[in-house]
C-alpha cells in the first residue's frame, strides 16, 4: 500500500528529525562540519521563510523544531540535505548522499509541547551521554541562544566553496574535472554573510518570551540533571 502524501500546511509548527544514512557518523562536529552546517542550515532557512525554535545536530542525526510560515517544509529540507552532503562529500572526497530519503516532521499543536520538543532537542547530547550540560556541546546547536537573537553565519571557505588552486596541464589530464571547477571559481551567488535567528515560538502562550524561554531552560535543566542521576546510578 503506498504510503499517503505529506500534508503540508502553512504557519504549521513541527518537530523535525533527520538520520544520516544507515545511522553513521556523517556529522561528527569537527570544526570545519560545524561551519558548514550553521551556514547551510541559516541560508536554506532564509531561502524557505522557515523559522527556527530550537536545533541541535548530534553525529548521525539532527532534531529541529520550526514553524513552516510559507508551507515549505519539503524544499527546505530537501535544499538543506543536498546542500549540506554536497559539503560534506567535499571536504571527504566521498559522493552520494549523506541522509535518509525520508525523515520525520510531527506537528507540534500546543506550546506546552513546543518547551518539551525545544527541551528534548537541546537536551540531546546529554542524553547521550557526550556532555554534562547542553550547552556544552561543540555542534551546531541552539542551546546558547535565547529567542529572538541573531547570529551573522559568514559563508566558510570549506566544501564547495573552498579556494581552488590552478592545476598543472598533467593534474588537469588525471583529473578532467579539475578544469570545470577552476572554471567557477570565485562565482558562487550565495550570499557571503547570513543571519540565522532564533524566533519566538508562535504558539498561544499567556507570559512573555523570556517567560517562554526560561520554561524551555527549565525543562532542559530537568532533562540535565535526569540524565545526571542516571548516570550516577
Not at 513541527?14 to 570544526?31: E, Q
Not at 550540560?133 to 553565519?153: E, H, L, N, P, Y
Not at 543571519?195 to 524551555?216: C, F, M, N, R, Y
Request: glycine residues 6%; aromatic residues 8%; charged residues 25%.
Amino acid at each position: 500500500m503506498a504510503t499517503p502524501p505529506r500534508q503540508v500546511k502553512k504557519s504549521t509548527t513541527y518537530f523535525v528529525t533527520c538520520r544520516c544514512v544507515s545511522r553513521t557518523f556523517r556529522l561528527v562536529p569537527t570544526d570545519k562540519v560545524t561551519k558548514l552546517v550553521e551556514y547551510c542550515l541559516a541560508l536554506c532557512a532564509f531561502l524557505t521563510g522557515i523559522r527556527l525554535h530550537a536545533y541541535c545536530f548530534m553525529s548521525n542525526h539532527y532534531h529541529l523544531v520550526l514553524t513552516d510560515v510559507r508551507g515549505l517544509l519539503p524544499d527546505f529540507m530537501m535544499r538543506l540535505n543536498a546542500l549540506l552532503s554536497r559539503n560534506l562529500n567535499a571536504i571527504r572526497g566521498w559522493n552520494g548522499t549523506n541522509f535518509e530519503k525520508g525523515y520525520s516532521a510531527v506537528v507540534v499543536t500546543d506550546v506546552r509541547s513546543a518547551i518539551e520538543e525545544c527541551a528534548y532537542t537541546v537536551a540531546n547530547p546529554v542524553k547521550a551521554d557526550l556532555v554534562v550540560r547542553s550547552r556544552g556541546w561543540k555542534g551546531c546547536t541552539s542551546a546558547r541562544m535565547k529567542f529572538g537573537q541573531s547570529r551573522v553565519i559568514k559563508r566558510p571557505k570549506l566544501g564547495i566553496w573552498r579556494h581552488v588552486a590552478r592545476s598543472s596541464k598533467k593534474q588537469k589530464r588525471n583529473k578532467p574535472w579539475a578544469k570545470g571547477r577552476e572554471r567557477f571559481k570565485g562565482r558562487s551567488t550565495l550570499p557571503e554573510t547570513v543571519e540565522l535567528t532564533l524566533e519566538p515560538i508562535p504558539l498561544p502562550w499567556s507570559g512573555t518570551d523570556e517567560d517562554l524561554l526560561q520554561a524551555v531552560r527549565d525543562r532542559v535543566e530537568q532533562r540535565e540533571f535526569a540524565a545526571e542521576k542516571k548516570r550516577a546510578a
